[in-house]
């Protein structure tokens, strides 16, 4: 764990500023990222929704969230599925906000013709996944010069917990994408190692026109600094607090592209922290993360 924990969180509507037409500000191939492998002795409380809470409930029937994933027997093609159905919602336009940002209110506006950015993606596909039973999260992505550039510097993408692979797999709603290593899909961070290491199998599920090299490369450098908002419960009103992934030895950023603050943020070098079992706090169990020996690689 880092121990000094700024208290704050960036304005969510301000991560997105990338859109497939911001050029990329990249030179040299990024390296593998190193993280703590042993478990923060501080502990953080996440919290989730269950999909038989009302406001789940009423977006399943809705959006007849069953019908859809009909016939998909894992949750990686369910996952998959509804990765595309809210891709095709929205055409993305990455300087429009949503007026309320929770899933009903984003579908509500993009059936009326409305256009939105990355978050809200990620925040439908969260409110859309949990509802079917698949605890889902938003992430947002940052690159290493997040203080200093004055846009583009964040892109949200969503992150899914699959019972069946007791793992957390990346999901960008934006551009219908999940990335996979051979067969096992992957996680943002180990995405970024994928990438780093030019680890052979590395490759892009979708059901859309994404070019695989285009968006690896676009993509590549927001995977520095990864955050998720403690509390993604839905239908609750509490200030959201956060907590980054921060690469050993890098800065904790406290300001976003420049002039935005960055509050009631908490760090962690710690990937077994970032990466709770979600079935385990679902269900009141305290959390057990797999004991690694002392490391400072992932």
Not at 154 to 164: I, M, P, S, T, Y
Request: charged share 20%; aromatic share 10%.
């Amino acid at each position: 764990m880092i121990p000094k924990a700024i208290t704050g969180i960036v304005l969510l509507a301000a991560l997105c500023g990338s859109s497939p037409s911001f050029a990329q500000r990249t030179s040299a191939k990024s390296q593998p990222l190193e993280f703590a492998l042993t478990a923060d002795a501080t502990s953080y409380t996440f919290q989730y929704s269950t999909p038989d809470e009302d406001y789940l409930t009423n977006l399943r029937a809705t959006y007849a969230l069953d019908d859809i994933v009909a016939g998909k027997s894992t949750d990686l093609e369910k996952v998959k599925t509804l990765c595309t159905w809210v891709h095709n919602r929205w055409v993305h336009n990455g300087r429009n906000r949503a007026r309320k940002a929770d899933p009903l209110s984003i579908l509500h506006d993009a059936a009326l013709g409305q256009e939105f950015q990355c978050i809200e993606y990620s925040i439908v596909l969260s409110g859309v996944l949990t509802a079917i039973g698949i605890p889902t999260r938003a992430v947002y992505l940052k690159t290493a010069d997040v203080e200093t550039r004055r846009d583009g510097a964040g892109h949200a993408v969503a992150e899914a917990w699959l019972r069946d692979q007791q793992k957390w797999v990346m999901i960008d709603g934006q551009w219908d994408v999940v990335p996979m290593l051979n067969n096992t899909p992957l996680n943002a961070v180990e995405l970024q190692k994928a990438l780093a290491t030019n680890a052979p199998g590395l490759r892009i599920e979708t059901a859309s026109q994404t070019k695989q090299k285009s968006y690896l490369n676009w993509l590549e450098p927001y995977l520095y600094y990864f955050d998720t908002v403690l509390d993604s419960r839905f239908g609750v009103n509490a200030p959201p607090s956060g907590l980054m992934l921060v690469p050993i030895g890098a800065k904790c950023p406290t300001v976003f592209q420049h002039d935005t603050p960055i509050r009631r943020m908490r760090y962690t070098n710690s990937v077994t922290t970032f990466y709770p079992n979600p079935v385990e706090l679902l269900v009141g169990e305290a959390t057990k993360p797999a004991q690694h020996e002392a490391g400072r690689a992932y």
